[in-house]
């Protein structure tokens, strides 16, 4: 079974410094890989995914992430955090061409001080 | 565009009584919908798959005699919980995968059930 692990429950960052979400999986091959972002009313938002290709994605809001095969891991990064960007983060694995069950992992409270 | 609704965004019902939430595609066609558990400071738990006009697929664990879905169109599933407990109060967010863009679900805001 497919599983994601997601390290850091809490992160604070000062504005415009760096950031980077870690997420490991645990899946036999290659999954599709998802970060979504969570803020209070909203509904979970797709910043960037996954299938094959180039390992490293560009998303939405300036977000990037690196799928790295041989630490199954796929770790979101942002150069310069905004105070807009403090929500909950969530990395999520799906098999390729399971009908695309996501599985969650816990998330990643960020965070950010002015 | 993918815009998914839900509604209620929150209810409060007394325990033994049922309750309706509705998730909505306002803006495409879902062929297939799922439905989330969240609970406080946790990660969503797949409930169970809907498709469009057939029964819906549940997780293991997941009881469907509590919680009925009904995909009855392409913009509307419905997931019921019967019998309300305080134990089902919790966070219920749907998502919706587009008929042209099946690698992608849309989520919706999520419904705050509170059972007293």
């Known amino acids: 079974a497919q599983s994601v692990t997601q390290p850091d429950i809490h992160i604070t960052v000062s504005e415009g410094a760096s950031l980077e979400l870690r997420c490991n999986y645990s899946?036999?091959?290659?999954?599709?890989l998802f970060w979504y972002v969570q803020s209070p009313g909203q509904g979970l938002q797709l910043l960037l995914k996954?299938?094959?290709?180039?390992?490293l994605v560009q998303g939405i809001k300036g977000f990037e992430a690196e799928f790295k095969r041989s630490q199954s891991s796929f770790n979101l990064r942002k150069p310069s955090v905004h105070w807009s960007d403090a929500a909950e983060y969530f990395c999520a694995v799906a098999a390729p061409g399971g009908g695309n069950k996501l599985t969650f992992g816990t998330g990643t409270q960020l965070k950010v001080e002015l | 565009g993918a815009v998914v609704s839900q509604h209620p965004s929150r209810v409060i019902c007394k325990s033994g009584t049922s309750v309706k939430i509705e998730c909505r595609s306002l803006?495409?066609?879902?062929?297939?919908m799922f439905w989330y558990r969240q609970f406080p400071k946790k990660s969503l738990m797949l409930m169970a798959t809907s498709n469009e006009g057939s029964k819906a697929t549940y997780e293991q664990g997941v009881e469907k005699d509590k919680f009925l879905i009904n995909h009855a169109s392409l913009t509307l599933s419905t997931l019921t919980v019967t019998s309300a407990h305080p134990e089902d109060s919790s966070f219920y967010i749907c998502?919706?995968?587009?008929?042209?863009?099946?690698?992608?679900?849309?989520f919706g805001p999520g419904t705050r059930l509170t059972v007293l």
């Open positions: 998502s919706a995968k587009s008929g042209t863009r099946q690698d992608t679900q849309y």
């Open positions: 803006d495409f066609q879902a062929t297939t």
């Open positions: 996954y299938f094959s290709g180039d390992t």
């Open positions: 899946y036999g091959a290659t999954p599709y």
